[in-house]
């Protein structure tokens, strides 16, 4: 454990070993006393933000997060073996059995969201709420919102479209597209597979927002190889074994968590998640709080959903607090 900062308190790394190869990175902050509860990052593969921890009061949560397997500074880098759904669900409680939590809240977006539901369904005596921003589901129809030629991307920015499956050949289809990809990341030649994870993650910072800062979302954009390695294998890898979870498995299992508060924020405009799957998802948890941001899409960086997210954890914490006394 390496502790950073000691002028501002609990703030320390570490490196949880797997029982697999895998070394998985993690950081805690915030009051040690305080409200466990787990950020988990999303892509697969985006690692964890510099800024993740504005969305919570240091004073009345102690803060853990990690980067899922293959991604930032967890080890092997880039790394598909071993790199499954239930496989970073093992991680999750391997973590919190690590760090001696009874339970704790969980926080998660876009696929921070799924994992957020699937460890809350997995362990729910160890889940005391949830707070969720931009849900992905895991269905066919998400991962047909993101990709297919009929999905929002694809119907919302059509040029910016063409320039992502150009050369694949037809029919398209999101399993067709997810099979190129992972054939073009595997090239040998570098050109041609930095051009490959260069358009996919293009592909996804260009549907991130409403509106994008100058510079990004540009095929000529400069982009680190790193984070467009990790972000684009993960999700290529993840989304071709159809996220390595059932079929609609989530509504189907809502039951699991009905007990368990949560609040579900989604952007109005969201391009990447679909805006359906967050009320279809609260329709069924009567447990749960919906915030449609109307001003905004998928990004946390959109001050409409930072300041939602940033509410929700200090009301959990409030109603969680009342509910001790």
Not at 120 to 126: I, L
Not at 175 to 196: G, K, M, N, T
Not at 299 to 320: K, Q, V, Y
Request: hydrophobic residues 35%; proline residues 6%.
């Amino acid at each position: 454990m390496k502790r950073l900062y000691p002028d501002i308190g609990s703030y320390a790394s570490g490196y949880l070993e797997t029982d697999e190869e895998h070394s998985l990175y993690y950081e805690e902050s915030g009051n040690p006393a305080g409200l466990p509860i787990l950020y988990l990052h999303g892509g697969p593969g985006a690692g964890l933000s510099p800024n993740y921890r504005r969305f919570f009061d240091a004073n009345h949560y102690r803060i853990v997060a990690f980067e899922q397997r293959g991604c930032g500074r967890s080890r092997p880098f880039g790394s598909l073996k071993n790199n499954t759904t239930a496989d970073t669900l093992r991680d999750i409680q391997r973590l919190r059995q690590h760090l001696q939590i009874d339970s704790w809240v969980v926080f998660g977006g876009s696929w921070g969201a799924t994992l957020a539901l699937l460890s809350a369904m997995d362990k729910p005596e160890a889940v005391k709420g949830i707070i969720l921003r931009g849900v992905f589901l895991g269905r066919e129809e998400d991962r047909d919102w993101f990709l297919s030629p009929k999905g929002g991307g694809a119907t919302l920015f059509p040029e910016h479209y063409d320039i992502f499956i150009d050369g694949i050949p037809p029919p398209l289809s999101t399993d067709v597209i997810c099979q190129w990809y992972s054939q073009q990341f595997d090239q040998p030649d570098e050109v041609r597979r930095l051009s490959a994870l260069k358009r996919w993650y293009v592909w996804e910072e260009r549907l991130s927002r409403l509106a994008l800062p100058p510079g990004t979302g540009d095929i000529t954009a400069h982009y680190p190889v790193s984070l467009m390695t990790s972000l684009a294998k993960l999700e290529c890898h993840y989304l071709t074994h159809h996220c390595f979870v059932p079929e609609d498995y989530i509504l189907s299992n809502i039951d699991k968590i009905s007990h368990i508060p949560g609040t579900i924020v989604h952007g109005r405009y969201d391009v990447i998640c679909k805006t359906e799957a967050a009320y279809s998802l609260h329709k069924l948890w009567g447990n749960s709080e919906l915030q449609i941001v109307p001003d905004a899409g998928h990004s946390t960086s959109e001050p409409g959903i930072g300041l939602a997210l940033c509410r929700a954890s200090r009301d959990m914490n409030r109603f969680l607090q009342e509910k001790k006394t």
